[in-house]
């Protein structure tokens, strides 16, 4: 399988207390479609279990929390609050025989608290599994040193800039903190992000860094032809 065919699946679902909205949830992940073979059904069972998994999340701690907050509201007549969460994908990626996205989940609670979490998964579309970031560098490379050395780069071109802001005491830090799942393909490189919080505020968002293929040495993502020229 070199191509797969992906439409939205999509579910929603709303937490009430004396019929009264406390908590909304939204969900939309890949399904591929038609799910024909035992990949396309793997990776359908894939992205359906991530959307359970977040519904569960949604009713085992969200609906607890805002139920708390509905009730602290009422009990001093203040406007009376309504939590969200929502579960969404983007495509950054699909040639090659390779599939690449992201799924991130943003949550609405107290006023001014938002939390975003990212999660990127590459598939190998023959064999019909993720693959591993190690796996497109060559053996023994020292990858992950230079992926964050080049990202330590950009956070300084940043903050020179006055563009971002980051809390990053020592360059090691940035690789203590980062987890080679966190990263997806794009046409222009290799991208790779951190969590909220874990290396700059929350201002930030999830900082993510995409670094052009030429840049990652020789013999690194050989499998990925450059995008054809414009």
């Known amino acids: 399988m070199t191509n797969i065919h992906l439409q939205p699946f999509t579910a929603e679902r709303e937490w009430t207390i004396e019929d009264i909205p406390v908590l909304t949830a939204s969900v939309s992940v890949p399904e591929p479609v038609p799910a024909a073979d035992s990949i396309s059904r793997r990776i359908r069972r894939y992205y359906q279990l991530q959307c359970r998994s977040f519904l569960r999340y949604c009713e085992k701690w969200l609906f607890p929390l805002a139920e708390a907050e509905y009730r602290a509201a009422l ?69 992950k040193r230079q992926l964050m050395a080049l990202a ?20 090691q830090d940035l690789r203590r903190r980062f987890n080679s799942q966190n990263y997806y393909l794009t046409s222009e490189g290799l991208t ?7 290396i700059a505020p929350a201002a930030e968002g999830i900082p993510a860094f995409t670094i052009p293929y030429t840049q990652l040495g020789e013999g690194a993502f050989a499998r990925l032809r450059p995008p054809a020229e414009p």
Not at 83 to 97: I, K, M
């Open 152 to 171: 330590a780069e950009e956070i300084q071109r940043q903050e020179r800039a006055g563009a971002a802001q980051y809390h990053l005491r020592r360059p």
């Open 192 to 198: 790779v992000f951190f969590p909220m919080y874990a």
């Open 75 to 143: 009990a001093i007549s203040a406007p009376l609050p309504c939590f969200h969460a929502a579960l969404e994908y983007r495509v950054t990626w699909q040639d090659q025989g390779l599939l690449s996205l992201y799924t991130q989940s943003r949550e609405v609670t107290l006023p001014g608290q938002t939390l975003l979490t990212r999660r990127g998964d590459t598939w190998d579309l023959a064999a019909g599994y993720p693959i591993p970031l190690g796996d497109f560098f060559p053996a023994r490379s020292p990858w």
